[in-house]
């Protein structure tokens, strides 16, 4: 298993659905067959608009589309698909969150793979991303947000930086 970085455009030619279903042609077959099982992240390409990473997933099973050569359906397991409380920028500091797409110098690198619909992605940047998109304090910010309580009569419980695999299955 392994993780990616799958592209989402809403102009795409692609009938995809983020929360169900991810179309691809039969170029990026293998990569997504090492992915099944294990996370994805969405990301919004430059041309597309200005979200760049904005959602994980759960890659559940690969099927052929019906009627159309070459082309296939990475189905989402159910449940998993979780939009990032805030956007991740494709840059930080003017360097790319992914290893792969960054140049020696750190800048990030012209054409290439930074525009492969389907990218492998590392544990440390996958979790690096998922950490900037859903922050380890989001569930106290949730609580907060719904239930503001009354100030000063509760000590906040100090911060437990959980897994991040840990905290996409276990959410509430």
């Known amino acids: 298993m392994v993780k990616l970085v799958l592209l989402h455009r809403a102009d795409s030619i692609y009938e995809d659905e983020p929360d169900a279903v991810y179309e691809f042609p039969k170029a990026y077959l293998k990569a997504v067959r090492d992915g099944v099982g294990d996370w994805i992240i969405y990301y919004e390409p430059v041309k597309a608009g200005p979200r760049g990473y904005f959602a994980v997933a759960k890659i559940e099973q690969i099927i052929e589309k019906p009627a159309s050569a070459d082309r296939f359906l990475a189905m989402i397991e159910p449940g998993s698909y979780l939009p990032f409380d805030r956007d991740v920028p494709r ?4 360097r790319p969150l992914e290893a792969s797409l960054t140049a020696p110098d750190g800048a990030p690198k012209k054409g290439g793979s930074q525009q492969l619909a389907v990218r492998r992605l590392s544990e440390a940047d996958f979790a690096r991303i998922v950490n900037m998109g859903l922050p380890q ?4 910010m949730e609580a907060a947000r719904y239930d503001p309580g009354l100030p000063g009569f509760e000590e906040p419980a100090p911060l437990f930086e959980r897994p991040v695999i840990e905290r996409l299955t276990r959410r509430p």
């Open 91 to 94: 840059l930080l500091e003017g």
């Open 137 to 140: 304090d989001l569930e106290a």
